[in-house]
């Protein structure tokens, strides 16, 4: 069996057997759409925390400083990273 994601290799099957299918073609794009969007999400999960490092993070702040204070810490950092991520 191909290591292949399933949207690669119907992609791959519908060049071999129908190159010149107008309506296959547009089916194809949005396959390979698909495919690349999942790719991007299994990237970005494997950035985020794990529950264990959030809950750590959040003790830590817990004991360091107000509440009021850590909202607009966190605030900040998220909008920084968003920043961040819009620029990639």
């Known amino acids: 069996m191909s290591e292949k994601p399933v949207a690669l ?8 057997e129908y ?3 107008w309506d ?3 089916i194809r794009a949005e396959l ?13 999960l494997g950035k985020s925390l794990t ?3 959030i809950l750590r993070i959040a003790a830590t702040i817990d004991r360091s400083m107000p ?12 909008e920084a990273a968003l920043r961040r991520e819009d620029k990639t």
């Not at 290799?9 to 071999?16: A, F």
């Not at 390979?32 to 970005?44: C, D, G, M, P, S």
């Open 9 to 16: 290799r119907l992609i791959q099957h519908m060049d071999d």
């Open 19 to 21: 190159p010149e299918d």
């Open 24 to 26: 296959g073609r547009a």
């Open 32 to 44: 390979r759409n698909q495919h690349a969007e999942i790719e991007r999400l299994r990237e970005a």
């Open 51 to 53: 529950h264990e490092q």
């Open 67 to 78: 509440l009021e204070s850590a909202k607009i810490l966190f605030a900040r950092r998220i």
